[in-house]
């Protein structure tokens, strides 16, 4: 593994699915963030965590958890998913705050 | 509350200059990040400003002026491969949260 990594690329999902969505970085970067990303709306932030075993909420959180057990991995879990959470998902690592994010290729997911 | 804006869309031909611009009302400010996203990619970082003034990067120049709230993302001797989305985030007050502007989709013709 090289950067930030997720998985699955893309997936169809029906209403209702639990689903989680996978991100690894093997930078060792503290920071990490998920952003859905919409035509016309831009990136917007679901949620983040500025270090292992911490995590907070975007603008953009209801309907999605999150768990940060280690540097490494920040899943992202949607309970039961709806049409509305169509979109692609990016997740995203920093060193610190001062520094660039590096994104990872993004998940593409339709909830039909 | 957060607000950023940028053109939704330009139109440029190759080897000119082009200048997108960024607007943002936020929470306080803490640096502003310029990335570019190719269609179906991932956005990669290209500047990060946090003083006024002007950064060079080879062809890529990004200016910010903090009491304006005013950045803009300079490219010179455009190049096919610049076809791509521009967007402008904004670091806020507290230093954690980073608000993206809805890009700028920039199209560069022969």
């Known amino acids: 593994i090289a950067g930030i990594t997720q998985a699955p690329t893309s997936q169809i999902l029906a209403a209702g699915r639990r689903m989680t969505l996978r991100c690894t970085q093997d930078?060792?970067?503290?920071?990490m963030y998920w952003y859905r990303q919409d035509l016309g709306l831009g990136l917007r932030l679901i949620h983040y965590s500025n270090t292992a075993g911490t995590t907070g909420k975007g603008e953009v959180p209801d309907g999605y958890s999150v768990s940060r057990a280690n540097t490494d991995d920040f899943p992202l879990t949607l309970a039961s998913a709806v049409p509305s959470q169509t979109s692609v998902y990016f997740c995203a690592s920093r060193q610190t705050v001062n520094t660039e994010a590096f994104f990872g290729q993004g998940t593409r997911l339709t909830v039909v | 509350g957060q607000n950023i804006d940028q053109p939704t869309e330009m139109t440029a031909t190759e080897g000119a200059i082009v200048q997108i611009n960024c607007t943002y009302q936020?929470?306080?400010?803490?640096?502003l990040f310029w990335y570019q996203q190719h269609a179906g990619e991932a956005p990669t970082f290209l500047s990060y400003n946090v003083l006024d003034g002007l950064e060079e990067k080879g062809r890529f120049s990004s200016f910010l002026s903090r009491s304006k709230g005013y950045s803009y993302l300079l490219l010179k001797e455009l190049q096919m491969k610049d076809s791509a989305s521009y967007l402008c985030a904004v670091r806020d007050n507290y230093g954690q949260n980073f608000v993206f502007g809805p890009g700028t989709r920039l199209s560069v013709l022969p």
């Open positions: 930078m060792r970067h503290n920071a």
């Open positions: 936020t929470s306080g400010f803490n640096g």
